[in-house]
């Protein structure tokens, strides 16, 4: 396992437990379609929300914000991947796309330094309550 893959496994399971500590249920993990990945899928019932959340995990730099990756592009990946998830699990819950930064110590053997989470980071203009329109 390359020390990427394991830096962004480390970053994804402490997204988790935050999000767990947060009232969130992780419903799903690495969901893949042929349109992309989605990191994490969270559902918080007291907030009738589903979160479909990208994890960004970045070194302690001067690289900028770890949540810059996500650009335009890989959001719509995202939502295209979301869209895929909610044709085969339909939802009343209201639909958010997070963005989760984890910086970390170094690659190698990470310590958790800060943790961000970005509530509708991006929106699916084209979708409303549970319902998504593919674009």
């Not at 893949?32 to 918080?44: C, P, V, Y």
């Not at 990756?69 to 796309?97: C, D, M, W």
């Not at 053997?109 to 800060?114: G, K, Q, S, W, Y």
């Amino acid at each position: 396992m390359t020390d990427k893959k394991k830096k962004g496994d480390f970053g994804e399971g402490k997204a988790c437990l935050y999000l767990e500590n947060k009232g969130y249920n992780i419903v799903a993990r690495n969901f893949s379609t042929k349109t992309g990945e989605i990191d994490i899928i969270a559902e918080h019932s007291e907030k009738e929300r589903l979160a479909f959340v990208e994890v960004k995990t970045r070194k302690l730099m001067g690289m900028g914000r770890p949540s810059d990756a996500v650009n335009k592009s890989k959001q719509h990946k995202i939502i295209k991947t979301a869209q895929v998830y909610l044709l085969r699990n339909p939802t009343e819950k209201y639909i958010g796309f997070d963005i989760i930064e984890v910086t970390v110590t170094d690659s190698i053997n990470p310590d958790v330094i800060e943790i961000n989470h970005f509530e509708d980071a991006f929106i699916d203009d084209s979708a409303s309550r549970g319902q998504v329109l593919f674009i």
